[in-house]
């Protein structure tokens, strides 16, 4: 849906991250492109090639020299004339250039805005740009490598999918809905109900692949909990593979909950240490009790540590728990509990183990199938279109609600790569990207 709005305004940004480097690059877009290479750098640049060339202020005097890369309208990431200035990467000497390009005409560029054009060009899907901020964004290889696949337009296939199964079912529907309800034939109902099981499944499995795809983005909240001395600091330390939490054989050591990010297959995996759970008279051993229950109510996972070699103490909580039974070479043989998990902090024996068991409680599976690095806002559209669909079979003796539930399906699935997106939307997506993007 190229929109060919020549009235359009043309932007420019650094599109290098602030500071110094080898080189730093301005990004121009939009139609006035050709006159603004003119005068910043005498001339049009033939297409696609690396061009050697002299940048100038609007007085003519020289700002820098390097490389301008033009691309014509529509080949260009945008969709629109592109000009790339590749110049010496200080941000003085780009400051100078992207203020020549502004006095040649052009507009500072807002953050995303590059991208919301190609968006808008039709140059990619909405969940293809936001898997541009991803990939930019991406903490590690795996949620790197799962960015470029819905860039490069595997999630939206799965989401055309979908939409297109469901447009077929819906045509058949609504073309069921002229005739009068008792001349429908049960052929016709038992096509609908069929096409409609294999639409939820397929909807199932790319919510399940979505729901593994979105702890690569979100990460997992993991607290470990306990009463004083069983080493929870010992296993912070053990799984982060570094000393960060003192530890002391003095219960009663850790007083501030302490964070500390590990990965997992890729997952992003918060780690944070709290005080060990007692009856304490001490003011500033019972904040730290305090917090340590607020933050047992953000967890997503809790590790409830024991010591192996004296009793179990109960941590409560509502998220989902792993028994934790440390200093096992203390107690040779020991056989922990079923489901739960015996390590020792001081060896690492079962930590493998453990670390194995924190990614599982969250939901991972290394199935390695391929998972998609949803969004909250991309999960949200799935489930409601899941929900339609059960509403469906529901009213699947009702053909004008049936027909309805199916609409909204498609209403909900078409939003993911932005058939039909609100303004709002599109500002909210946008203005997370950084500027220059
Ligand atoms: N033998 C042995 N001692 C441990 C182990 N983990 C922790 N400890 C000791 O237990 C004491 C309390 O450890 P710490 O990590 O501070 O416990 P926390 O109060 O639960 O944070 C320290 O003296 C540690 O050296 C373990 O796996 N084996
Ligand atoms: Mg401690």
Redo the contacts with the bound molecule.
């Keep these: 849906m190229p929109s060919g709005d020549s009235k359009r305004d043309t932007i420019a940004a650094v599109a290098t991250p602030p500071g110094r480097g080898g080189i730093g690059v301005v990004r121009i877009s939009g139609p006035q492109v050709p006159q603004i290479a003119a005068q910043v750098i005498g001339s049009v640049p033939p297409a696609r090639a690396a061009t050697l060339a002299r940048f100038s202020d609007a007085r003519g005097a020289a700002i820098d020299e390097g490389i301008a890369v033009y691309f014509p309208a529509p080949h260009s990431y945008t969709g629109e004339a592109v000009l790339e200035l590749q110049g010496h990467g200080g941000p003085v000497v780009l400051g100078m250039l992207l203020s020549a390009c502004l006095d040649a005409g052009a507009r500072l560029a807002g953050p995303g805005e590059f991208t919301r054009r190609a968006f808008l060009e039709g140059r990619l899907d909405l969940a293809q740009a936001e898997a541009v901020a991803d990939l930019i964004d991406a903490s590690s290889q795996e949620a790197a490598r799962s960015a470029l696949r819905s860039l490069s337009g595997e999630f939206s296939a799965a989401i055309d999918a979908l939409l297109s199964q469901l447009v077929e079912l819906r045509a058949l529907t609504e073309a069921q809905l002229d005739f009068p309800e008792e001349e429908l034939d049960g052929i016709h109902r038992d096509d609908a109900a069929k096409r409609l099981v294999s639409i939820q499944a397929a909807v199932d499995d790319v919510l399940a692949r979505s729901k593994q795809g979105s702890l690569l983005r979100s990460g997992v909240y993991v607290v470990l909990a306990?009463?004083?001395?069983?080493?929870?600091?010992?296993?912070l330390n053990r799984l982060a593979g570094a000393e960060r939490?003192?530890?002391?054989?003095i219960?009663g050591?850790?007083r501030d909950a302490l964070r500390e990010t590990i990965h997992i297959d890729g997952v992003a995996v918060v780690l944070v240490?709290t005080a060990?759970l007692r009856e304490s008279a001490d003011e500033v051993e019972k904040l730290g009790i305090a917090r340590t229950r607020s933050e047992l109510e953000r967890a997503d996972v809790v590790l409830a540590?024991h010591d192996a070699t004296a009793g179990t103490a109960a941590v409560a909580s509502t998220a989902q728990r792993i028994d934790v039974y440390?200093?096992?070479?203390?107690r040779p043989g020991f056989v922990p509990p079923k489901g739960a998990i015996a390590?020792?902090?001081?060896?690492g024996q079962g930590v493998p183990d453990l670390r194995e068991a924190i990614v599982r409680a969250a939901g991972w599976s290394s199935t390695g199938e391929s998972v998609f690095l949803a969004r909250e806002r991309h999960l949200r559209a799935l489930t409601a279109a899941k929900e339609h669909l059960v509403r469906a079979t529901a009213e699947k003796a009702r053909w004008e609600l049936f027909a309805e539930e199916l609409r909204l399906a498609h209403e909900s699935l078409s939003a993911i790569t932005g058939a039909f997106t609100a303004d709002d939307l599109l500002g909210e997506i946008f203005g997370r990207f950084c500027i220059g993007k």
């Excluded at 440390?326 to 203390?330: E, P, Q, V």
């Design positions: 306990g009463a004083p001395n069983v080493g929870k600091s010992s296993l939490a003192i530890v002391t054989p219960p050591t850790t240490d060990g540590v440390n200093k096992t070479d203390l390590v020792s902090a001081k060896t």
